[in-house]
């Protein structure tokens, strides 16, 4: 499978545990971009980064949010401290050099207990 | 005022008829327009994309642009079942980055035999 993977694609935990998510882009694909999707509304930008650099991050995305993006492969997302409030799909989506369309992966859906 | 906007729906299509979806943005420095379908649980996935005035057709799918007006639709011709489905319209601003996208909180669409 090329396209762009998730993992894991479920997470159950309680508040004020701390979550990591991983995305595995398209291997040619040196933009990744994390979004937020919460029931009926569309997916919302986190942060994006090109190769290893985070170059952007939407003020959704608070100071118990991180991502990473080491090698300028895959990336992490990580939620520390959660809240019931960070229940939500977390999409992750790749792009070459900016000019191709969005790839989404899976999603991985979080739900805070 | 929210910057991508849809009617939420459900739009109620018979089997064969035309679904025609509408959408407007608010950022008249918007580039580009896409139009993604997202099963239920699933992840989004790009159906087309339109930068420039006009209809833009590919299979059943038409997409239309009006940057004066700021609207963008899409059309489904001939809807099948396998239609249903939420169909997120979605708006990049920057020119160099097509994952980074505004999107629109979706209008669900149900088609009936």
């Known amino acids: 499978d090329t396209g762009v993977s998730q993992d894991p694609r479920h997470k159950i935990t309680k508040r004020g545990q701390n979550v990591t998510f991983r995305c595995d882009p398209i291997?040619?694909?040196?933009?990744l971009y994390w979004y937020r999707q919460t029931l009926g509304q569309g997916p919302e930008f986190l942060t994006y980064f090109q190769n290893e650099a985070q170059l952007e991050k939407s003020r959704l995305l608070s100071d118990r949010f991180s991502a990473e993006r080491p090698k300028g492969s895959f990336s992490t997302l990580e939620i520390q401290r959660t809240e019931q409030g960070d229940s939500a799909m977390y999409l992750c989506a790749s792009t070459l050099q900016g000019y191709t369309e969005a790839f989404f992966g899976q999603g991985t859906r979080l739900t805070v207990v | 005022q929210k910057e991508v906007e849809q009617n939420s729906g459900p739009l109620s299509v018979p089997e064969g008829a035309i679904a025609s979806l509408n959408c407007t943005y608010s950022d008249r420095g918007s580039q580009s327009f896409f139009w993604y379908r997202q099963y239920s649980g699933k992840s989004p996935e790009l159906i087309m994309f339109?930068?420039?005035?006009g209809d833009k057709e590919d299979g059943r799918f038409t997409a239309q642009l009006n940057k004066a007006s700021q609207y963008v639709s899409l059309l489904i011709r001939d809807s099948q079942p396998s239609d249903s489905a939420t169909y997120l319209c979605a708006v990049n601003g920057a020119a160099d980055s097509w994952g980074k996208l505004q999107f629109g909180a979706g209008t669900q669409v149900v088609v009936t035999p």
């Open positions: 339109i930068y420039s005035n």
């Open positions: 291997s040619e694909h040196n933009r």
